[in-house]
């Protein structure tokens, strides 16, 4: 891959400071409390003529109060209904009605269906909306690179709306399907479980899949092109299969072949999986890869056509979303670090455990490079935020990168076993369901017995990361190391930090290490025993602090 791929594939959020009153309030300017969507009915017509789109999305809901209007997100036709032509973009609502076919009244404003009831608290309702248009985003109608009309969804982090009628926000999970009314020529790929096929007249066939998780908007998408498909093997009973332009199928197929091996994995270290198949998609997403759930697509652009670690490092990462973002979602976009930086730091688990530990390393170092890069242009960001208005600044190193380092930091903070029962405890208790930071911790603390309010605060609401100078004698009187060490980080913030110092002879033979030290003041002076003068000292030997660490003479 290309360095610009490269950079989509390692995609990242960005989020400041904020208080969790503040977290709420940002949520509820994109949802509406008190209604509750249980299940999304699509229906969609697409074309060879025209990038126009017929839907029609039935959408069963509740409310908690007698409220009488509620709201869909939808982005409307910009031009006045007289002067509308092909080349606008949006939705126009047609009709709102019940299943029996009774209109109800509605207004279509702000990129919002509104819509009026009966008030019926706590009871299901179902309205039917009817709407056209060409979506300017989110359904993407275009050309693939062998010149072939394809059409594919690309939903994040709140673009459904621009071609399906939604809560378009990632608290408000639901079930869905899709039927799909499309040309002969294309096969349709989408959430869950295929349903059928039927021929339709006029060379037109019908395709119907069903969701019956709950899953975020986000990702509920369809794809429909050409297509060849290898059906790779089930995994737990999970089909896994790989969905590729016919003129990439023999190169593709080995791409995506890892797949099996990666879902096995986070199975066994995890949780089960919540879907109904893992299908792997050759797209034309804007990303590297876009993890929807049970149908992920990756960019036409990774096909390499033999093994390579750069798209077996996607597949982990996206396939590790579907444990963390599609099924234990976060709760706004604020928390995005939940689904990314576990995304980037399970894909490097399942690296570490396909090729040891110095692979591990490798992508760390890296990782944390890219870190002090980002860092250095924004150095007031940190990883939970909610006051950036376009989601789409969110995308940088803190929440993937970053993100995964406090995950790698907190696996050395608690040890192996206790890190692997939190996460399995953690992903057991939010499956097909909402979490925050907060939830995250408190079952950590759980699990561990022990208080990391010190911990996720300075990792994760705190800018930038400790910046050390040390420097080190040797006392032979005392038979001991003295290493003199301070914060130098610009922002005067001094972080807690585990430290650990490796002592070597000249051989490179480790004479001892310290035992685990703990700094949390700007200057502090440690004294480690040691029977003989070393040639070399090291600090954090293996590699578990986010830090850049400068040894004075050197």
């Not at 989509?8 to 940002?26: D, G, P």
């Not at 080349?87 to 009026?116: C, E, H, W």
């Not at 690179?145 to 608290?171: C, M, Q």
């Not at 399942?350 to 692979?359: F, I, M, P, S, V």
Request: hydrophobic share 35%.
């Amino acid at each position: 891959m290309n360095k610009k791929q490269r950079f989509l594939v390692a995609l990242c959020i960005f989020i400041t400071t904020v208080t969790q009153a503040q977290i709420a309030s940002r949520a509820a300017l994109y949802t509406q409390p008190g209604v509750d969507v249980q299940h999304y009915a699509f229906s969609l017509m697409l074309s060879d003529s025209t990038n126009q789109i017929k839907g029609e999305t039935t959408i069963r809901f509740t409310r908690a109060d007698d409220r009488q209007t509620v709201w869909f997100d939808l982005i409307s036709n910009k031009a006045d209904s007289a002067q509308a032509d092909d080349g606008a973009t949006g939705m126009r609502v047609r009709a709102v009605s019940l299943p029996d076919g009774k209109a109800v009244p509605f207004s279509q404003r702000n990129d919002r269906v509104f819509i009026n009831l009966p008030p019926a608290p706590n009871q299901p309702t179902e309205v039917v909306i009817r709407y056209e248009g060409t979506p300017a985003r989110g359904l993407i109608i275009s050309q693939n690179k062998f010149g072939e009309r394809t059409f594919f969804g690309d939903n994040w982090p709140n673009n459904a709306r621009n071609y399906l009628p939604v809560i378009d926000h990632p608290s408000d999970k639901a079930t869905c399907s899709f039927a799909v009314n499309a040309p002969a020529t294309y096969r349709v790929i989408s959430n869950g479980k295929f349903v059928n096929e039927t021929n339709l007249p006029n060379g037109r066939k019908l395709t119907r899949w069903d969701e019956k998780t709950p899953i975020p908007t986000k990702v509920m998408v369809i794809g429909a092109a050409k297509f060849a498909v290898d059906e790779v093997g089930s995994v737990n009973g999970v089909p896994v299969q790989s969905w590729l332009y016919p003129r990439d199928s023999q190169k593709g197929f080995i791409d995506y072949r890892p797949a099996k091996e990666i879902l096995q994995y986070f199975m066994d270290k995890i949780g089960p999986y919540s879907y109904e198949k893992l299908a792997n998609v050759e797209s034309t997403t804007i990303f590297g890869g876009m993890e929807n759930a049970s149908c992920i697509f990756y960019n036409e652009k990774v096909i390499v056509g033999h093994k390579d670690s750069d798209v077996e490092a996607l597949l982990a990462h996206e396939i590790a979303h579907q444990w963390f973002g599609n099924s234990a979602t976060e709760t706004d976009w604020s928390q995005l670090w939940l689904s990314e930086g576990f995304a980037t730091y399970f894909s490097a688990l399942y690296l570490e455990h396909a090729y040891g530990k110095d692979t591990l390393n490798a992508v760390l170092n890296q990782n944390r490079n890219q870190i002090y890069r980002y860092t250095a242009l924004k150095p007031t960001g940190t990883v939970v935020d909610s006051t950036t208005a376009n989601l789409m600044d969110l995308l940088n190193p803190n929440s993937y990168q970053k993100g995964g380092w406090v995950l790698h930091m907190l696996r050395n903070e608690l040890g192996d076993d206790t890190f692997w029962k939190g996460i399995r405890a953690y992903y057991a208790k939010y499956r097909n369901a909402n979490a925050q930071t907060s939830d995250l911790q408190a079952i950590m603390e759980s699990v561990s017995g022990k208080k990391l309010g010190t911990f996720f605060q300075q990792w994760l609401y705190q800018p930038g990361f400790p910046e050390v100078v040390w420097g080190s004698s040797y006392d032979a009187a005392k038979k001991a190391l003295v290493i003199d060490i301070r914060q130098a980080q610009r922002s005067g913030t001094v972080f807690t930090i585990p430290l650990t110092f490796s002592m070597k002879d000249g051989s490179g033979r480790e004479l001892t290490r310290s035992p685990r030290l703990t700094m949390n003041q700007q200057n502090q002076t440690f004294t480690i025993p040691v029977a003989n003068k070393p040639a070399s000292v090291m600090i954090d030997p293996d590699n578990v602090v986010l830090m850049r660490a400068v040894q004075m003479g050197k």
